[in-house]
Each structure stands twice: as structure tokens, then as C-alpha cells.
């Protein structure tokens, strides 16, 4: 067994370099490479990924999977060789399962939707763009379809980022969370907006990320084992768990876009620094799904980094950093700033409360879509219509409506966009689960310490990698399925007082 056991690590530790060496290539192309570079860059990407793909699901994995299995059921559940057998075990049928031609074809069509959408949507024009979004959809529904047996279409693609999670379960979530949110919206938008311009001003770069970078070694983010560096669209990746990198973009006149994606991506990349060292180098060196991930980016970007305790420690230093544009800011002007609540058209500009509302419309977009209800040529009347009914708004084009996220056009139609609100109900939950543990907390935020909060975090999520499903650790942390509660009551109590709501 032994032999066995150490021949799988070897073949894994392999694939696993390959797509560390593929990591750096992509972390590189958006960040530093010359444009010049871009045609060999991308296929020097596309010869690593196959390289690795192929070793994957080379049969004698299957073997070696197969063999170890009885070894893997006489171990304690949650041990390392265990949960290494049975992760690795799942990945391989997924990727066997998807015949290596037609995901092939899929990729060669999803670099050509995505360079057609890099053109189509700062002309405005879906037309150009509805051919290969109708091809992905039918590319959406093959793969599915190599996954028999489901409930929903959208399982299978579901289950691709959010392991274990089922369009009917997460729309029934949704549905839930969407019934308490619409009024709480309502409530807010019916006031006057809050005051921004305090953020408006001209914020010196250098500064502006050395506050951030201040803040997040705070945190706990290691800069041993990790850097920042400048990009178009913020993004954390990893070489391995001694290296990784984050991203951020600066606006010199708007000083929450770079600070707020760096608490965010600091989030991502502490997850990761946080994974068990001896599981370096193997499938289960990574965050476990698209929605613990994101629970923990959001946990460290809102539920702290846009707390009123936070910044009754960070407000005066950050006044200290720059006198002359907040000398004459309260932090009670400042605090509504930064939690500024309004109906917008932009996802990724949205506030806490508004977001979700977003994510909804693109996941019932998206399975109307592959069940059939709705055709590609509708897609933009059907995405007027639930931004008129869900935000009372009108896109006044395709631009920044349904041309807005690149997801669609570079990816797959379902299991694209549940993760970032499954993210957020989590995170609640989790931060819940550690203020109850570990009451310190709060206080300990008021005095720009988060050892505590970081300690918990490690021990009872970040440690185990992707040993667990996110439903497997949702129920060890919280003792049972995900529940919308702690969200809910988190936006009531902190929206509440900043908008005396009833
Ligand atoms: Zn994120």
C-alpha cells in the first residue's frame, strides 16, 4: 500500500507542478508580460494545461485510485490519506467523464467567444456575440449531459465549483434570501443616498497601497509567503502554499477600489496560507469551493473591513496617511461612505445589501437558459426585465447590461455565479460561529488585532484545504446545513443602525 500511495503522491506532486508552472504563466500575462507576448503566451498555456489534463487522467491513476481504496476506507474519515484517496478520487471521474475532445473543442470555442466579447461589448453589440453564446450553450448542455443521473442540468456545472450543491437547493436559498432582502432594499433606497465624496478625492497611489498592505499584514497575510502586484481585474493565485499572490488595481481618485480588493484578495490568499503544510503539492491544497472561498474574501473585505469596530481603530491612521483629503471627515461621514447602499446596474460595483440581487438574476438567467425556457435571443429583453422588476432600473444598453461579466463568454452557461452568494451567506455564518466561540473578537478588531478571529479561521476551515465538501464543513463548523439566518440577521443589525431602519 505504501508503494502504491507514494507512486499516486509522485504522479500528483507532477501534475501539480505543472499547473503551478501554469499559474505563474497566467499570474504574469496580467501583470507584467508585454503585449508582444500574448500569442505564444497563450499557447505556451494551452500545451501546459494539456500536459497536466493528460497525466490526470492517465488509466494508471484510475488504478492506483482503485487499489487504494479499501486502504483509504480503513482510515479515519478526515485524515490526510483518506481524503486524499477520495478528493482525488471524485476529480478523476469528473475529468474522465468529460471526453477529452469535446472539452477540447470547448476551450478552442470559449478563446474565441471571449475574444468576440472583448470587441462586442464597448461597441454594444450582442449580436455579434449571440452565435457563440448560443454554441456555449449547447456546449454547457453536452458537458452536462456526460453526468446522467441529475436532478437539474445545472448540477453537473454546478457541482463543477461548488461541489455537492444542487440548483434546487441553492435556488430554494436564494428564493428565502431574496423574500428578506427586496424590503430591506426598499426600506434603504426610499432614503437619501449617502455621501461618498469623501472617497472622490485624489489619493497619492504609493500611499493608497501602503495602507492596504499595512492593514492586511495585520490581518495575518504573510509576506513571506506572498506579494502584491498591479493588475486590470483583482485576483488571487497560488504556486504553492509557501507562494502566493495577490492583485489589486489602483484609482487614483477613488480610495476604496484598491483598499477594498486588497482586504478582499488578502482574504482569498489567507485561506490558502492557512492550508495544512503536509498537504503541499496535492489535490487538497486548495479552498474546497467557490463559496468557501468567497466566504472567506468577503468575511475579511465586509464583515470586518467595512465594520464600524475596524475603523474606530484604522479610521485615525488612515487620516494620519492622508491629512489633507480627511482631516476634516468624521468617521461616522466616513463609515456611511464606505457602506453606501444604492440600486445600481453593475455587479461588481455593488453594495453588501444590493449584490446579491445581482447574483440571483444571473442564476436564474442561467438555468432558464439550459433548461430551454429561454433562448440566447432573449437573453437581453429577459435581463431588462428582471433588473426592472428586482432594481426598479433599465440598463440604458447591452454594454452594461448582459454584456457586462465576462463569465458567460469565457466559460461555461451554469455553475458560473451561486458562488458568490453562497459566499456570503457563508461567511456570515462562519463569523457567527467564531464570535460565538471566541467572544474576544469584536474587541479585538477595535484594537486593529485579529490573531483570534485568523486562529479560528485556520483551525476550523483553512487547515483542512479541500478535505471537505463546502456542505461537509458547513455542517463541522456549524453544526448544520447552510442557513441564511446569521446573513440575514448581520445585514438587519448593521444596515438597521445605519439607515434607522424598523
Ligand atoms: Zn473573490
Known sequence: MNEKLAELKRRLLEIDDLNAATAVLNWDQTTYMPPGGAAARGRQLATLSQLAHEKFIDPEVGRLLEELRPYAESLPYDSDDAS??????????????????????????????????????????????????????DFSRQVANCFPGYDHIADPLIDFSDEGMKAETVRALFAELRAQ????????????????????????????????????????????????????????????????????RVKPNDLSEALFSTLHEAGHAMYEMGIKKDLDGTPLANGTSSGVHESQSRLWENLVGRSRPFWEHYYPELQAAFPDQLNGVSLDTFYRAINRVERSLIRTDADEVTYNL???????????????????????????????????????????????????????????????????????????????????????????????????????????????????????VTGGPLSIDPYIRYLRTKFGELYALA
Not at 475529468?95 to 478552442?108: I, R
Not at 478563446?111 to 464597448?122: G, L, N
Not at 456570515?428 to 471566541?438: E, L, M, T, Y
Request: glycine content about 8%; aromatic content about 12%.
Open 84 to 137: 486524499l484517496i477520495r478528493v482525488t478520487q471524485r476529480q478523476y471521474d469528473k475529468s474522465t467523464k468529460v471526453p477529452s475532445a469535446l472539452l477540447g473543442a470547448f476551450y478552442e470555442h470559449s478563446a474565441a467567444a471571449y475574444q468576440a466579447w472583448t470587441a462586442a461589448r464597448p461597441a454594444n453589440d450582442f449580436t455579434a456575440v449571440q452565435p457563440y453564446l448560443e454554441k456555449t450553450l
Open 358 to 476: 445581482h447574483v440571483m438574476i444571473r442564476f436564474d438567467l442561467e438555468l432558464a437558459l439550459l433548461e430551454g425556457s429561454l433562448a440566447v435571443k432573449d437573453l437581453p429583453d429577459a435581463w431588462q426585465a428582471r433588473y426592472q422588476s428586482d432594481l426598479g432600473l433599465q440598463a440604458p444598453d447591452n454594454r452594461d447590461g448582459v454584456l457586462q461579466d465576462v463569465h458567460w463568454y469565457g466559460g461555461f452557461i451554469g455553475g458560473a455565479f451561486q458562488g458568490y452568494t453562497l459566499g456570503n451567506i457563508m461567511s456570515a455564518a462562519f463569523f457567527d460561529q467564531a464570535r460565538q466561540a471566541q467572544p474576544a473578537v469584536l474587541d479585538e478588531m477595535r484594537q486593529g488585532e485579529f490573531a483570534t478571529l485568523h486562529g479560528w479561521l485556520k483551525e476550523n476551515i483553512y487547515q483542512h484545504g479541500s478535505k471537505f465538501t463546502a456542505n461537509e464543513l458547513i455542517e463541522r
Open 181 to 248: 432582502l427586496v424590503p430591506i432594499v426598499q426600506a434603504i433606497v426610499d432614503q437619501p443616498v449617502a455621501d461618498n465624496s469623501c472617497l472622490l478625492q485624489t489619493y497619492p497611489e504609493a500611499d493608497q497601497l501602503a495602507f492596504g498592505q499595512k492593514v492586511i499584514r495585520a490581518y495575518g497575510f504573510d509576506f513571506q509567503r506572498g506579494r502584491q502586484d498591479k493588475t486590470h481585474h483583482p485576483f488571487m493565485t497560488k504556486f504553492a502554499l509557501g507562494d502566493i499572490r495577490i492583485t489589486t
